[in-house]
């Protein structure tokens, strides 16, 4: 692993030179602004693919994009390693609803962030392994756990989602859920929701944001922040910035 550190700091300075994302999650609770969480995203690997594949055409004459997909959903989860160890996440309903392990990486669901798990390739560059959320929180739904379709939603959407432009070089994308209205905690079956982790998605083909079935859809980026206590009193909206 020694061998990959130069290689790991110049792609984090790169990585900030060309593409620098900021969250901010404004956190209300009976509409009062009760707490703040500004941090920086990851692109992982599949995201850092989008970005080389958009500015690229895959044939010329006739012109065809190498993609055509935009980033269109986000999601919220359970995991990370900031989520709190023994806490909510690991005691039911949560951790019935939403068991670690389930993910992609098999991992004890507190491991995922911006580091894990980062792979050194000695011909190549260094990899983020991460693909999805690591415990994804339905943004609607029943009881169930993963793999069970109980008319579940996994991911923000329109209208929860929109995107402006603050500046000609500047994209933001804003996400809200209100547990007022039973989105992310429930009254009955989630009265009180830990998130800690959050991804955007593209509508690319296999991402699906109405098949219940479906909860690790893939990610482009990835951030991790201290546990927010959803409730069906809190309002949280996450604002991501992407500058060039």
Not at 187 to 195: C, G, I, K
Request: aromatic share 10%; no cysteine; hydrophobic share 35%.
């Amino acid at each position: 692993m020694e061998l990959g550190r130069p290689r790991r700091l110049w792609y984090l300075l790169l990585r900030e030179f060309v593409v620098r994302a900021n969250v901010r999650i404004n956190i209300r609770e009976r509409g009062k602004l009760i707490g703040i969480r500004e941090v920086h995203n990851t692109w992982v690997d599949r995201g850092r693919e989008y970005l080389a594949s958009m500015l690229a055409y895959a044939s010329l004459g006739p012109d065809t994009p190498e993609r055509s997909d935009r980033i269109r959903y986000m999601s919220v989860g359970v995991g990370s390693n900031k989520q709190t160890v023994g806490g909510p996440a690991d005691n039911p309903p949560i951790s019935t609803q939403y068991p670690a392990g389930s993910d992609p990486l098999t991992s004890n669901g507190h491991e995922y962030d911006d580091d894990f798990p980062f792979v050194y390739d000695s011909v190549a560059d260094d990899h983020n392994a991460i693909t999805t959320l690591e415990r994804p929180a339905k943004f609607t739904g029943n009881a169930g756990a993963y793999g069970v379709d109980n008319g579940d939603r996994w991911l923000i959407d329109d209208p929860n989602f929109f995107i402006a432009h603050l500046t000609l070089t500047e994209l933001t994308l804003h996400g809200y859920f209100d547990g007022a209205v039973n989105q992310v905690a429930h009254s009955t079956h989630r009265p009180l929701v830990p998130v800690s982790e959050a991804g955007l998605h593209t509508d690319e083909a296999g991402v699906l944001p109405t098949t219940g079935t479906q909860a690790f859809n893939p990610i482009m980026a990835y951030v991790s922040f201290d546990t927010i206590l959803v409730t069906t009193n809190v309002y949280v909206e996450l604002i991501w910035s992407v500058k060039f």
